[in-house]
Nanobody, 125 residues
């Protein structure tokens, strides 16, 4: 069974940091670009960041640029999202997703094939 599993969410104060992880089971991430998405209650899902299959290409939403960093360790079949300087508006369920990467590029507008179940991030004092 092909799965993505997110972890690392939680409650953090404004200005704090969290690192989310996205691990695969049942398949290797070596050939997949990975995207992170989030959805807050009452809002549409939005792309946060993505990384190409070897990590050479990354993209970020304007709202997280300079605060979030995406990375990957293909040996561990894991992709990370380091989130610093968190703000209350970052509160959302965060999801990772995978799409087969033919061009060693990533885009948050791609049609992602596999999705995780999500991990909640709450930024509040």
């Amino acid at each position: 069974q092909l799965q993505l599993v997110e972890s690392g969410g939680g409650l953090v104060q404004p200005g704090g940091s969290l690192r989310l992880s996205c691990a695969s089971s049942g398949f290797t991430l070596d050939y997949y670009a990975i995207g992170w998405f989030r959805q807050a209650p009452g809002k549409e899902r939005e792309g946060v960041s993505c990384i190409s299959r070897r990590g050479g290409s990354t993209n970020y939403a304007d709202s997280v640029m300079g605060r979030f960093t995406i990375s990957r360790d293909n040996a561990k079949n894991t992709v990370y999202l380091q989130m610093n300087s968190l703000k209350p508006e970052d509160t959302a369920a965060y999801y990772c997703a995978a799409v087969f990467d033919l061009q060693a590029k990533c885009a948050m507008t791609s049609t992602y094939t596999y999705w995780g179940q999500g991990t909640q991030v709450t930024v509040s004092s």
